[in-house]
T-cell receptor, first 116, second 114 residues
Framework: NAGVTQTPKFQVLKTGQSMTLQCAQDMNHEYMSWYRQDPGMGLRLIHYSVGAGITDQGEVPNGYNVSRSTTEDFPLRLLSAAPSQTSVYFC???????????????FGPGTRLLVL | GESVGLHLPTLSVQEGDNSIINCAYSNSASDYFIWYKQESGKGPQFIIDIRSNMDKRQGQRVTVLLNKTVKHLSLQIAATQPGDSAVYFCAESGGGSNTGKLIFGQGTTLQVKP
């Protein structure tokens, strides 16, 4: 298994441009999520999905859209990039969606985004 | 609000010594904890986890201790090696969250001196 993969590894955007960060997993995991990592603030949840066709907002969803048309893929779209979205973005997945949440999440290698 | 914090931003140890990285959490309803290792330019890598019905769990060269009374978590690394140099995060999951969100501490940088 390749695990969780992300593309691109690095991207530079101008303010106002749009782009899609790709995330895929080959482990047949139900739950997938997107985090952003900023210095001094740890990782913060942007959006998550508990299965194909189901998505919901995390704690910092503004400026981002997601969709989950297949179990494997969970792309993150920036509609109109802003400098405040300069960050490192991580996709994560875990096997099942249970209310107990006692299951670890596995992370991809990240996408470094710079918005000028 | 909820928070997860690590006590020291940087820990420097000699190769071969044992390392102890500490973490405190504020949500008494937290029932699942994970330690991640993050090397430069990479994503967080799972090290070990522990559920709240346990107070100790051991892996290969790593041990996690959980003290629910004082809401404290620690990661012990035995015979620290240069390859252990990284940022270590504790994270909390569960506690009734309906988003599956992991709450991360801000990380401790472990530096291993040869």
């Amino acid at each position: 298994n390749a695990g969780v993969t992300q593309t691109p590894k690095f991207q530079v955007l101008k303010t106002g441009q749009s782009m899609t960060l790709q995330c895929a997993q080959d482990m047949n995991h139900e739950y997938m999520s997107w985090y952003r990592q900023d210095p001094g603030m740890g990782l913060r949840l942007i959006h998550y999905s508990v299965g194909a066709g189901i998505t919901d907002q995390g704690e910092v969803p503004n400026g981002y859209n997601v969709s989950r048309s297949t179990t494997e893929d969970f792309p993150l779209r920036l509609l109109s990039a802003a400098p405040s979205q300069t960050s490192v973005y991580f996709c994560a997945s875990r096997r099942t969606w249970t209310s107990s949440n006692q299951e670890t999440q596995y992370f991809g290698p990240g996408t470094r985004l710079l918005v000028l | 609000g909820e928070s997860v914090g690590l006590h020291l931003p940087t820990l420097s140890v000699q190769e071969g010594d044992n390392s102890i990285i500490n973490c405190a959490y504020s949500n008494s309803a937290s029932d699942y904890f994970i330690w991640y290792k993050q090397e430069s330019g990479k994503g967080p890598q799972f090290i070990i986890d522990i559920r709240s019905n346990m107070d100790k769990r051991q892996g290969q060269r790593v041990t996690v201790l959980l003290n629910k009374t004082v809401k404290h978590l620690s990661l012990q690394i035995a015979a620290t090696q240069p390859g252990d140099s990284a940022v270590y995060f504790c994270a909390e999951s569960g506690g009734g969250s309906n988003t599956g969100k992991l709450i991360f501490g801000q990380g401790t940088t472990l530096q291993v001196k040869p």
